[in-house]
C-alpha cells in the first residue's frame, strides 16, 4: 500500500495534558513505537494560532501517524496556550510568542519525566521562533525549523544557539512568504553549525505530499538516521484519518 496524505500507520496513541510553570493545562498528543521504545523524540511547535496553525496542521499530524512506525520515533504534539485543535483547547489566551516559554519549557519538561530519549524540536513557522527564543535547553539534542520567517527571533537568539554547539537545522522553502534561502543563509551565518537546507519549488505551507515526504525524511535523516530514507509504501495494518483533509 502507498502511504498518502491520510495514511495513519500503527502506534500507540495517548492523551497527554502539559502543565506550565504559569498554572495552564495544555492539550497534547504522545505517539509511540508499537511495541518498541523510541530511538529519538520530536517536540513539535507548532504555526501561529491566529492563522489557524495548532497541533493538528498538517505536516505535524502527518509525522505523528507515520514516524512512530517507519522510523522508531516518538512524537509529542500539544496545542500551545488558548489554541484549538479537534483534540481540545488548551487553557489560557496567545501571548505573541512571550508567554509561550513556558509551554515550550513544559513540553521538555514532559518529555524529561516520561524519559522520552533525544528530544528534538521540531517547529514550523510561528513554532521555530518558539524554539530558538526558548528551547535551546540543556535537554533538547537539537533543532529543525521549517519555514523560519525570523521575525519574533533576534541576532542574540541565535547567537545562544551558535554557542551552545547544538544542531539546527532549517528547511527553507524556494517561494517562502517571509523568508527565502538565500536570506536564510545570512541570517543563520550567525549560527556556525546551523545548516540551511533551500527546497526547490516548496512554499511556506508545504502543501503536497512530495513536500511533506522531503521534510519527514529531513527530519528522519537528522534525529533517526538509521531509518533513512523513509519508504514510500506499508504492507502492515494502516488506518485512515477520518478527521482532516489531505493536504
Known amino acids: 500500500m502507498q502511504i498518502r496524505a491520510t495514511t495513519v500507520l500503527p502506534a500507540e496513541r495517548r492523551a497527554v495534558t502539559l502543565h506550565t510553570a504559569d498554572d495552564l493545562r495544555l492539550v497534547g498528543e504522545l505517539a509511540l513505537p508499537e511495541g518498541r521504545d523510541p530511538v529519538a523524540t520530536l517536540v513539535c511547535l507548532h504555526p501561529l494560532p491566529t492563522a489557524e496553525g495548532m497541533m493538528d496542521s498538517h505536516v505535524l499530524r502527518k509525522a505523528a501517524f507515520r514516524l512512530p512506525a517507519l522510523a522508531?520515533?516518538?512524537?509529542?504534539?500539544?496545542n500551545t496556550r488558548g489554541t484549538s485543535s479537534r483534540h481540545g483547547t488548551s487553557e489560557g489566551e496567545f501571548g505573541e510568542g512571550e508567554t509561550e516559554r513556558f509551554d515550550v519549557a513544559a513540553a521538555i519538561e514532559f518529555a524529561e519525566f516520561e524519559g522520552l530519549p533525544a528530544p528534538w524540536l521540531l517547529g514550523w513557522s510561528f513554532g521555530t521562533e518558539l524554539a530558538?527564543?526558548?528551547g535551546c535547553d540543556p535537554e533538547v539534542a537539537g533543532a529543525i525549523l521549517l519555514s523560519p520567517p525570523l521575525h519574533r527571533a533576534t541576532d542574540a537568539d541565535l547567537d545562544t544557539w551558535g554557542r551552545s554547539g547544538k544542531p539546527l537545522v532549517a528547511l527553507v522553502p524556494e517561494f517562502d512568504d517571509y523568508l527565502r534561502p538565500d536570506?536564510?543563509?545570512r541570517r543563520f551565518a550567525?549560527?556556525?553549525q546551523a545548516e540551511v537546507i533551500?527546497?526547490?519549488g516548496a512554499k511556506h505551507l508545504w502543501v503536497g505530499e512530495p513536500y511533506v515526504r522531503r521534510v519527514l525524511n529531513e527530519v528522519v535523516e537528522r534525529v533517526a538516521p538509521k531509518a533513512a530514507p523513509l519508504p514510500q509504501e506499508w504492507d502492515g495494518p494502516y488506518e485512515r484519518d477520518t478527521f482532516s483533509t489531505p493536504a
Open 72 to 78: 522508531d520515533v516518538a512524537v509529542l504534539r500539544f
Open 132 to 134: 530558538l527564543k526558548w
Open 183 to 185: 536570506e536564510a543563509r
Open 190 to 192: 550567525r549560527v556556525p
Open 198 to 200: 533551500g527546497v526547490e
